[in-house]
């Protein structure tokens, strides 16, 4: 998995982190002031890229969190088959499986979909 590394405090909404070893996108954060015995806190409330749970992470904004480097793609439905997809990527032809999305309705073969990639987990993401 190739990875870079930020400090907390720079994280915006609709960054990706890694929590818990798992990609997330932050929907929400908020930074507290620094008091009189602690540094600044962040506080961040993020929904996992491809299982779709709630993660959160409480960090000083001075320590480092570490950003994912997830591929976006297009790619070509080739078949479907029950609840799996036959993809082929547009760039490199390359062909694989993923699972039906649930939230990207309609998909049949001969479409064109936009897709995140991590390693070996794939999330479609839209249709075209």
Do not use: W
């Not at 993020?46 to 959160?56: C, I, P, Q, Y």
């Amino acid at each position: 998995m190739e990875k870079r590394f930020i400090k907390v405090g720079q994280l915006k909404i609709g960054n990706y982190v890694l929590i818990e070893e798992e990609a997330c996108k932050i929907v929400s954060m908020e930074k507290s002031k620094p008091g009189k015995h602690g540094s600044a806190k962040a506080r961040i409330v993020a929904m996992g890229v491809f299982s779709d749970s709630k993660r959160n992470m409480l960090e000083p904004t001075a320590a480092d969190a570490t950003i994912p480097v997830i591929k976006r793609g297009n790619a070509q439905v080739v078949a479907v088959m029950g609840e799996q997809l036959s993809l082929m990527d547009l760039e490199s032809y390359a062909s694989f499986n993923v699972q039906m999305p649930k939230d990207v309705p309609d998909i049949k073969a001969g479409d064109e979909i936009e897709y995140l990639q991590l390693d070996e987990q794939i999330r479609i993401i839209r249709k075209k």
